[in-house]
């Protein structure tokens, strides 16, 4: 059992403390929202700076260049140095087809901070990709599969994927979204690998997506359903979710933004809020299945723009979950224990 790594196969037990959702290089066009506030129209375009983070920190998906965070590789290699010196090990990028991936940066990034990271393949929401939605199941699961066997087309010395994700569903599922779930089915029936989802903004999206998953064969112990923190506001539904056995993952750390662009009518659970779910979690028994991140796919969030940064959950959550009542032991299970088993295949 290894991890793949964009530089090779590691043993899990090297693989430290996992981030299993970030995005070190990403494009995400995909995500922006129309501002409806025409007094604001000038701030749409304008670059991320201290004189218009008081805007784009409240209006961040209506910010085109906060979309780019793809043009911050500098920036993004310091934040790994400084994740590596605190303590942080290694980094699934859950960038795919859809939002641009960068495979042979994430091979440089790797190389030139000592972070180990893995790479996703896969297919991001239907919206975001127009020329792949006639793809059909088999098409589909044979691009995965060779970009995590064989190495990604274009990459320097065939840098091999280790994860398929983060597979993007939108609510209701849309056709060619069922389909790269079920060819993500198809893959870990064949390989074994790791999955991990992006459900749509419905609490009824993450069932929905298992029962598709798994009847196309998919292994749930394999695989991460992402954003909980956003979808389930309910810690019943939360906890009812989990009794099907995959990874429950709360990965927006570091967003404490009431104001949810991205589906208005949800108030966007804070930090502390995330770290009550998780000990509710724990609680019900499944501290073996939950995993957390920070989903930073923005430079606003960024530490050169003075957001909280790649070590957020580092220096900040993991003290905190401790202030909390959840010990150690059960901290190493969500940040190492659990993610290093998930990937490991």
Known sequence: MKIQTVLGPIDPSSAGLVLPHEHLSIAAGALGVKNKDERFKDYENAAVAMDTLWWINQNPYSNIPNLQQCEEHEAVIEELKFFKKYGGGTMVDNTNLGISRDINFLKQASEKTGVNIVAGTGYYVESSRPETVKLTV????????????????????????GVIGEVGCSWPLLPSEKRALQAAAQVNVDIGCPVIIHPGRDDKAPQEIVRVYQEAGGKVDKLIMSHLDRTFLSEDKLVQFAALGCYCEFDLFGIELTHYQQKESVDMPGDATRIKSIKSLINSGYEDKITISQDIHTKHRMMKYGGHGFSHILLNIIPKMLKRGISQEQIDKITK????????Y
């Open 337 to 344: 224990v659990n993610p290093q088993k998930w990937l490991a």
């Open 138 to 161: 088999e098409e589909m699961a044979a691009h995965m599969k060779g970009e995590l066997q064989d190495g990604c087309d274009g990459s320097t010395g065939s840098i091999k994927c």
